[in-house]
């Protein structure tokens, strides 16, 4: 690796804001500068929407703030890039030796240039052409035009010139921070985490919460959530996650409702408690992991009956997507493995044999009218333990 290199990183939609486009920047620069405190010394600014990271020490791991670089929120795609000269010897000298192995693999290679600094005496086409001929000369690759294997990026910036190698592809979606703060139901499952990442590349800050049933569930089921928490501080950044006491809440419905309700009361109780944690902490909506005819509990039937005890908006980003996607997806971001830990969840604890699927919401209140439910959620609320969880490079 070069000692020199450096980061590009380009911004997406954010650009899009027009009057906001400032404070989406200035949110997306701060979130940067965070994840890099993790990687060693770094300057990290922002010119012409670039955001450049800067290695100030020997000692700064590039690869980790490589690979940071490209869970960041709001990042459409990540270059390594070598500062150079500004002059047309400088820059060949320099992606001789930069790209080397890059021209090792590939048959045909452009340039592409950018000159932000008018001043500088060769315009974009004319660096192009230069560059793009000694290189040819040098490698005896051929340039080709329309989809050549290897695209060499050469700009020309206030200070230097900057030779790229290629760009890949970065988490997208908008800066964390910028879209609000949710609440987002986590079990152990494979949904939920692939659910809060989905709504956090919105921009949008997460508390998490979640049920827990001892003894029926473990201290490995809770470690297994906590685990799935820390690896969703990558891209979500910091996070409370609740902990909420609920053996008690389903030992009562148990004992005082048909069994057929059994999940649907249940998961009643989950939205209002997740509510009230809401409305605590300045969230504004609820987030599940629910996928439209997953199971019982989600049906549209089931789901209106359950959601018909909140008042701020539902929303589930899995709604419309298929198993393979979802575990696709938690792949990617890498939540699978954890996911499939075969701990029990609360919600499997009790699980009626014929769930209702198609419930009525007034039979569903007059069986729940037999529970003290206003004392049962505050008696849990009141015994919730938050936990902290910190950066997964901590
Ligand atoms: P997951 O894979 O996310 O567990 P699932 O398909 O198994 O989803 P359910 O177990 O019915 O479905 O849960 C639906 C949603 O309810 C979950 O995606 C999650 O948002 C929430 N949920 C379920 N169990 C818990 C729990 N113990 N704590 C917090 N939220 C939960
Ligand atoms: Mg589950």
Do not use: W
Not at 121 to 131: A, E, F, G, L
Not at 210 to 215: E, K, L
Not at 274 to 292: F, P, S, W
């Amino acid at each position: 690796m070069n000692n020199n290199e450096i980061l590009l990183l380009k911004l997406g939609e954010v650009v899009l804001k027009g009057l906001n486009r400032r404070s989406f920047e200035d949110k997306l620069v701060s979130n940067v500068r965070r994840r890099m405190k993790h990687c060693g010394s770094f300057q990290v600014y922002i010119r012409q929407s670039t955001i450049y990271v800067e290695p100030q020490t020997e000692e700064c791991d590039m690869e980790a703030a490589y690979k940071a670089a490209r869970q960041i929120f709001g990042i459409v795609t990540v270059a390594r890039a070598v500062p150079c000269d500004k002059t047309m010897d400088a820059i060949v000298e320099t992606a001789k030796t930069y790209l080397a192995d890059e021209f090792a693999k590939a048959k045909t290679f452009k340039v592409e240039s950018r000159r932000a600094d008018k001043q500088f005496p060769m315009n974009s086409i004319q660096i192009s052409q230069y560059v793009g001929g000694e290189l040819a000369q040098f490698f005896h690759k051929k340039a080709e035009m329309h989809t050549p294997d290897l695209t060499v990026y050469v700009e020309i910036r206030e200070k230097h010139a900057y030779v790229h190698a290629p760009s890949v592809p970065g988490a997208g979606g908008l800066p964390i921070g910028m879209g609000g703060r949710a609440v987002s139901l986590l079990s152990g499952g494979l949904d939920s985490p692939v659910s809060s990442y989905m709504i956090a590349r919105r921009g949008v800050e997460l508390e998490m919460v979640h049920f827990v049933s001892p003894p029926y569930t473990s201290q490995q089921a809770l470690d297994k959530v906590l685990e799935l928490a820390r690896l969703l501080t990558v891209y979500c950044g910091r996070m409370i996650v609740h902990i909420i006491p609920f053996t008690e809440i389903q030992e009562e419905i148990r004992r005082q409702c048909p069994e057929e309700y059994f999940t649907l009361i249940m998961r009643r109780f989950m939205m209002r408690i997740a509510q009230a944690i809401a409305k605590d902490h300045g969230a504004k909506c609820l987030v599940t992991g629910e996928n439209l005819g997953q199971v019982a509990s989600q049906t549209m039937d089931a789901m209106a009956v359950t959601g018909a005890v909140v008042d701020i908006p539902m929303f589930h980003p899995l709604i419309g997507m298929d198993k393979e996607e979802i575990v696709t997806r938690a792949r990617k971001i890498g939540t699978l493995e954890t996911s499939i830990l075969p701990y029990e969840d609360c919600c499997t604890v009790f699980t009626p044999k014929h769930p209702k699927t198609k419930p009525v919401l007034a039979l569903v209140e007059a069986e729940e009218a037999k529970l003290d439910v206003d004392a049962l959620v505050a008696d849990a609320l009141a015994n919730t333990e938050k936990v902290a969880i910190r950066y997964y490079e901590d």
